[in-house]
C-alpha cells in the first residue's frame, strides 16, 4: 500500500525561480488497501459487514534543501525549503460512526490487517 504521488517543478519566491525541477512525495489525502494485502478472512468479512478502513495519508520522511535560484537581474542565491520524500499511512484519530437503517446502528471496525499496515509491518 502506498499513497506518494511524485511531483517535479520549479521553485519560486515571487521575482527569482530554481535553476533545476525539485522532486518531491506528494501525500494524498487518503491510503487506498488493496484487496490483495488482506488476508481472505478480512475480505469477506469487509463486504459481510461493511467495515470502515479510515487510514490518512500524512508526511513521513522530510528534509531541508537548499535550492539554487537565479534572479531576473542574473543573481543568484540559495533558499531552503522544506521537501517531502516520503508519505505514510495512519488511523484518523476518529472512527467515523456508520449509518444504518436497522434499530442498532453498528459502529466502525478497525481491521487487524489495517492496523499492521499502519504500523508499517506488511
Known sequence: MNCNLRSSKYITDGQCVSTKRVVESVCADRCLVSASSLSQRHRS?????????????????????????????????????KVVSSCRCKLHPKQPLMRSNSLSSPR?????????IAAGQF
Not at 108 to 116: H, L
Open 45 to 81: 468479512s469487509m463486504l459481510d459487514n461493511q467495515q470502515v478502513e479510515a487510514l490518512q495519508c500524512t508526511e513521513g520522511d522530510v528534509k531541508m534543501v537548499r535550492v539554487p535560484l537565479k534572479c531576473r537581474d542574473g543573481n543568484m542565491f540559495n533558499h531552503v525549503i
Open 108 to 116: 466502525a471496525t478497525i481491521n487487524p490487517d489495517i492496523m499492521a
